[in-house]
């Protein structure tokens, strides 16, 4: 900790030695631009010193003390298009600084209409942005659709709200949890939390341990969304991945209501911005969605109902405080088909949300606070799980929580059960951040200084079952109470600086730029179990001229284990003592051991080492080219492996040993059993045992816009590939035939099993602007030009094997180098070794490659009236769904089989 304090204190030295320059107060006056008036409620933004200011009812911002000198103004206002302005505060003249601007209503009767996403030119991380105008055109039924805009993102199914969806950052694993737990979701300013979700047992829906259900998100009351697939600034923590933020609509807006309709997906939305008085707003929104899998049926069906209010109170110039209430409803919902002979066979999860924050943004004239605010909010949700089972059971009814043994009956042949679990996370965010900005000379430092509290938890009670006799799993599963375990405290501290030098004298360029910063994390702080972590991230880049800029970043990024890593459930070992039955009668008898809970203290948190370099090329003919190379390597992610063995002994009976007692019931003498053994049971704990490192290339290309036609072109993609295993030990129970194999397991290293994919994918979207028909028409051709998979399964060569020892404790005996080399000659526990030797598939180290796939989709959206928007769309256009054999199989498969659908959207606004 004194570590932390120390480069803390020598980055405010360095920026408090600055000095800084001449400074002006800047007024500016936001009209609109065809009826010149007034705007209330627009945002001006003065970079790069990162002050700002909401206009008034009279359309006027005030920002005193800006710096003199080259700025740029970035106004926004929801419904208009965000214009940027160039300016230069001159040192001498009159008291205040005035700038006029005006804003566009947006609307595709615009020839420079915005309906794809973008690069940003920060000079942080690779970020690309997706604006209200595109999310629109895009037609996103969740921000799951949206995901598709980012290069080398490939379109493999339809818009669907009965699966969940997950944000996934450069990985080509489909089921790195890893990866999608450690994407952090933002929204206006508060992270989304996972940490103290639980499995919903028996259920359809589950957060734990992985990120949040993107279908749970609608999009028509975002204004934008930035997503960070880089390096991201370090005021965004608790994340190993990619970072999405997302930013409500704020401002004065039409009442706008809207439709859409896909194959098994059914949304309407509803939202309108109020003007109260001349310093409030309040913004209501409000959204609806129905899903099916199968529009003829009702085996699989989502459905999602969203409120929200957001108040924006303008106190005066450069005070504004906004309060945000969200409530969600979500019902998931899959049963049995109605042709299935099987009935009455469901399972569900109803899941009410709400949250309540505050946000406070603040200027100020004092050096060291020109931007300061807070951030509160609280977030509670209450999630029900139920389904119902036909289960066969024929064997024996074992439940107990407590050591012992116990006299038990056999389930029923079938027997439906019921059952589920009740969970209740809560989930605490305080924030409090400083930024300012200090000059020296040419070099110009905005420095970001904050400070978090989060507060982690569950008050469920957790699992059920609605009748114990009749187990809702087989296996005999027993939980924690969810409410019993700790709750989650981080404590965060950060300080970054976002930089600017002109390295030339009297010239913009060559430029240095970057963004270098610090975050401290200490989890559970109070107890035993505390854990800390320290991310550096840095982001630099030189321009060399306003054409051409390098870029180049490192930076480490660290998720906090979650409530269940770090507090996981018991370990029950049940044993089947005797189970005879004769003459009508049942005997069973089990013995149950409950194992000591494992030791976390090696639980770590989970680290992603990062790097990219790109170049950006901006022509005299408008284009914009961007390259990024980058490498993620995550050494210590978050699974499970054996901690250790432990012996269970127990007593055995036989059928044999069984007799009828004087009342006529089947019993055992408890002094003679047939035998004693030794049962070698593996703890799997919560761990840092896996492994995932991708590299790759990623372009996006604006190609411009051809004015004579009004037609513009952008193409991006990405070369990835993805190496991802486990890296705890592979037990097995050994080939060939021995006695009692409960006692014996054999390891194999964890790099035995590997898996390698591979895929390049490009996508080239035109956009047709018809400003003469407020209309706006694109396609979107995407190619996967090769897609490639290898997955090592080569158990060769065992470390050793685990087995009880003279004493009944289990222990590791390792293979010696003499002894693999002559397996033919070697016997253990009665297993030959060379049996455990070359088990390997047949596609062990064979790449499974597929040839090129071909899509397009198609969307147009026209302003219908001045109140009325019409949009509709096709994917898979050409209804391509070729048949096609991958490099190791002889059958063919049709692909692209889920992409053909088309839908279409009304909105009415006035």
């Known amino acids: 900790?004194?570590?932390?304090?120390?480069?803390?204190?020598?980055?405010?030295?360095?920026?408090l030695a600055a000095a800084g320059p001449g400074t002006r107060a800047l007024r500016v006056f936001v009209a609109d631009s065809s009826d010149k008036q007034p705007l209330q409620g627009a945002v001006v933004m003065v970079q790069p010193y990162q002050l700002w200011a909401m206009t008034d009812s009279k359309g006027q911002a005030s920002i005193n003390n800006v710096p003199t000198g080259k700025c740029s103004l970035e106004i926004s206002l929801l419904g208009y298009v965000t214009k940027t302005v160039e300016a230069t505060i001159q040192p001498e003249g009159t008291q205040t600084f005035d700038i006029k601007v005006k804003l566009s209503v947006q609307s595709y009767s615009l020839q420079?209409?915005?309906?794809?996403?973008?690069?940003?030119?920060?000079?942080?991380?690779?970020?690309?942005?997706?604006?209200?105008?595109?999310?629109?055109?895009?037609?996103?039924?969740?921000?799951?659709?949206?995901?598709?805009?980012l290069p080398g993102e490939v379109v493999s199914s339809n818009p669907s709200l009965t699966a969940a969806s997950r944000f996934q950052s450069r990985t080509l694993d489909p089921g790195d949890g890893n990866n999608s737990f450690g994407s952090a979701v933002v929204m206006d300013g508060v992270?989304?939390?996972?940490?103290?979700?639980?499995?919903?047992?028996?259920?359809?829906?589950?957060?734990?341990?992985?990120?949040?259900?993107?279908?749970?998100?609608?999009?028509?009351?975002?204004?934008?969304?930035?997503?960070?697939?880089?390096?991201?600034?370090?005021?965004?923590?608790?994340?190993?991945?990619?970072?999405?933020?997302?930013?409500?609509?704020?401002?004065?807006?039409?009442?706008r209501g809207g439709v859409r309709i896909y194959p098994g997906i059914t949304q309407a939305n509803l939202s309108k911005g109020l003007k109260l008085g001349a310093k409030q707003i309040l913004n209501l929104s409000s959204d609806f969605a129905d899903g099916k899998s199968d529009p003829r049926y009702h085996t699989d069906t989502y459905r999602r109902i969203a409120f929200s209010a957001a108040h924006t109170w303008n106190i005066k110039p450069g005070r504004v405080v906004t309060t945000r209430l969200r409530y969600g409803y979500v019902h998931d919902w899959s049963g049995a088909d109605p042709d299935d002979p099987v009935q009455d066979v469901w399972a569900q999860t109803a899941e009410h949300s709400i949250s309540l924050s505050n946000a406070g943004r603040f200027t100020g004239s004092s050096l060291l606070a020109r931007?300061?605010?807070?951030?509160?909010?609280?977030?509670?949700?209450?999630?029900?799980?139920?389904?119902?089972?036909?289960?066969?059971?024929?064997?024996?009814?074992?439940?107990?929580?407590?050591?012992?043994?116990?006299?038990?009956?056999?389930?029923?042949?079938?027997?439906?059960?019921?059952?589920?679990?009740?969970?209740?996370?809560?989930?605490?965010?305080?924030?409090?951040?400083?930024?300012?900005?200090?000059?020296?000379?040419?070099?110009?430092?905005?420095?970001?200084?904050?400070?978090?509290?989060?507060?982690?938890?569950?008050?469920?009670?957790?699992?059920?079952?609605?009748?114990?006799?009749?187990?809702?799993?087989?296996?005999?599963?027993?939980?924690?109470?969810?409410?019993?375990?700790?709750?989650?405290?981080?404590?965060?501290?950060?300080?970054?600086?976002?930089?600017?030098?002109p390295l030339s004298k009297g010239s913009d360029y060559p430029l240095l730029s970057g963004q270098i910063g610090l975050r401290a994390t200490l989890l559970q702080p109070h107890r035993e179990e505390r854990m800390a972590s320290l991310s550096p991230r840095a982001n630099l880049s030189v321009?060399?001229?306003?054409?051409?800029?390098?870029?180049?970043?490192?930076?480490?990024?660290?998720?906090?284990?979650?409530?269940?890593?770090?507090?996981?459930?018991?370990?029950?070992?049940?044993?089947?003592?005797?189970?005879?039955?004769?003459?009508?009668?049942?005997?069973?008898?089990?013995?149950?051991?409950?194992?000591?809970?494992?030791?976390?203290?090696?639980?770590?948190?989970?680290?992603?080492?990062?790097?990219?370099?790109?170049?950006?090329?901006?022509t005299p003919l408008g284009q914009n080219l961007s390259v990024t190379a980058y490498w993620e390597k995550t050494s210590e992610g978050f699974g499970s492996s054996v901690d250790s063995f432990h012996s269970v002994i127990y007593p055995y009976w036989q059928a044999g040993d069984t007799f009828t007692d004087p009342e006529?019931?089947?019993?055992?003498?408890?002094?003679?059993?047939?035998?004693?053994?030794?049962?070698?049971?593996?703890?799997?704990?919560?761990?840092?045992?896996?492994?995932?490192?991708?590299?790759?290339?990623?372009?996006?290309f604006d190609l411009g816009r051809i004015a004579a036609t009004g037609t513009s072109f952008f193409l991006n993609g990405a070369y990835l590939q993805t190496s991802y295993h486990s890296t705890g030990p592979i037990l097995i129970v050994p080939r060939g035939k021995a006695e009692n194999p409960e006692r014996t397991f054999i390891s194999y290293p964890a790099e035995s099993r590997d898996n390698l994919r591979s895929r390049f994918s490009s996508t080239l979207r035109i956009v047709q602007a018809l400003p003469e028909l407020s209309m706006v028409i694109s396609a979107a051709i995407q190619a996967s030009f090769y897609d490639s998979s290898l997955y090592s399964n080569s158990?060769?060569?065992?470390?050793?094997?685990?087995?009880?020892?003279?004493?009944?404790?289990?222990?590791?005996t390792p293979f010696t180098g003499e002894q693999l080399a002559n397996p033919d000659e070697v016997y253990f526990r009665g297993y030959a070794l060379k049996d455990?030797?070359?088990?390997?598939?047949?596609?062990?180290?064979?790449?499974?490659?597929?040839?090129?796939?071909?899509?397009?989709?198609?969307?147009?959206?026209?302003?219908?009236?001045?109140?009325?928007?019409?949009?509709?769309n096709v994917n898979n256009f050409f209804f391509y769904q070729p048949w096609q054999k991958s490099s190791v199989s002889s059958q063919e498969v049709e692909r692209n089989s889920n992409l053909f659908a088309f839908g279409f959207e009304l909105s009415v606004h006035f």
Not at 115 to 126: A, D, L, N, W, Y
Not at 544 to 552: E, F, H, M, N
Not at 671 to 693: E, F, G, I, Q
Request: aromatic share 8%; proline share 5%.
């Open 1 to 15: 900790m004194k570590r932390i304090l120390l480069i803390l204190n020598a980055m405010l030295l360095t920026c």
């Open 112 to 149: 420079d209409v915005v309906v794809t996403s973008k690069r940003t030119e920060s000079p942080g991380s690779t970020t690309t942005r997706i604006e209200a105008q595109a999310i629109a055109h895009l037609q996103a039924t969740s921000l799951s659709d949206v995901l598709q805009l």
């Open 191 to 255: 992270p989304l939390s996972t940490n103290a979700e639980r499995s919903n047992r028996g259920g359809t829906l589950s957060n734990a341990g992985s990120g949040i259900d993107l279908r749970s998100i609608g999009t028509d009351n975002i204004e934008s969304l930035d997503i960070v697939r880089g390096i991201p600034s370090v005021e965004y923590g608790d994340l190993s991945s990619g970072t999405m933020i997302v930013k409500s609509k704020t401002g004065v807006s039409d009442l």
């Open 371 to 501: 931007n300061f605010g807070y951030d509160i909010s609280l977030s509670l949700k209450e999630s029900r799980s139920d389904s119902r089972k036909l289960l066969t059971g024929n064997t024996a009814l074992v439940n107990s929580t407590e050591e012992g043994t116990f006299v038990t009956e056999m389930l029923p042949l079938q027997y439906y059960a019921e059952g589920g679990s009740l969970s209740r996370p809560l989930n605490l965010f305080l924030k409090a951040f400083d930024k300012f900005t200090l000059q020296t000379g040419r070099l110009s430092s905005n420095f970001n200084l904050g400070a978090e509290y989060r507060i982690d938890g569950n008050t469920g009670p957790g699992y059920r079952n609605c009748d114990p006799s009749l187990p809702l799993t087989m296996g005999g599963e027993r939980y924690r109470r969810y409410d019993e375990l700790p709750f989650l405290h981080q404590a965060v501290g950060y300080i970054e600086d976002s930089f600017r030098l």
């Open 543 to 618: 321009s060399l001229s306003k054409a051409l800029r390098l870029r180049a970043g490192y930076g480490v990024t660290d998720k906090m284990p979650s409530q269940t890593m770090l507090y996981p459930e018991y370990c029950y070992v049940d044993v089947m003592n005797v189970s005879a039955s004769s003459k009508g009668q049942y005997l069973g008898m089990y013995t149950t051991r409950i194992l000591p809970l494992p030791e976390v203290s090696r639980l770590k948190p989970m680290r992603t080492r990062k790097a990219e370099a790109g170049v950006e090329v901006k």
């Open 664 to 700: 006529g019931r089947l019993s055992i003498d408890p002094s003679t059993p047939s035998r004693t053994d030794t049962l070698a049971k593996a703890y799997s704990v919560p761990d840092n045992s896996n492994y995932h490192s991708t590299w790759g290339v990623e372009f996006d």
């Open 795 to 812: 158990l060769l060569q065992p470390e050793g094997y685990w087995a009880p020892d003279s004493s009944g404790e289990i222990v590791f």
């Open 836 to 872: 455990q030797m070359n088990q390997k598939s047949a596609y062990t180290g064979v790449a499974e490659e597929w040839p090129t796939l071909w899509s397009m989709s198609l969307r147009a959206s026209k302003n219908l009236t001045k109140y009325l928007d019409l949009s509709f």
